[in-house]
């Protein structure tokens, strides 16, 4: 007979243990001699330490609060005088270095005063500063935020 012809069930029954002394698991059925985990009922649980300070507890905790969300990066209203006459947009806003990448949230806020007019073409603007683009003369646009391609997808896109 060979090793893969065995006829063998895949399904093994659970073991009845506490039904006798002859059959081979009776009186205290593989819990030992009284205590806790002789009992029946609720279970100890998985950080118990026998009454000892559980791990868990002893642990200290991180405390507040931790946001996933990434924050919008910040352009101030005064920056965007030295781009007068383009359409500022996240790509123009990374070429010029005020953001770190032009796939992110962008905000415009109100720091100093604006002379230029400028046509905006990015995500969020606070309301003081909107009003100072019009005032200005500008044109605020709400505009998504550019996804980022895949390599491979602006490789063969480049290639057509």
Known sequence: MKYNELQVTAHKDR??????ISAGQGKTAGRGTKGQGARTGKKLGATFQGGQRTLVRAVPKARGFKSL????????????????????DNFLLYEE????????????IVRGVLAEKVTLHIANISKSAEAAVVKAGG??????????????????????
């Open 139 to 160: 044109v605020f646009v709400k505009t998504a935020v550019p996804l980022r391609q895949n390599t491979k997808e602006a490789e063969a896109a480049d290639a057509k």
């Open 97 to 108: 270095g005020y953001i770190s990448t032009p796939f992110h949230t962008v905000k415009v």
């Open 69 to 88: 969300r990434t924050p919008a990066q910040v352009v101030y209203l005064d920056t965007l005088n030295a781009l007068k006459g383009k359409t500022i």
């Open 15 to 20: 073991k009845r243990v506490g039904r006798g």
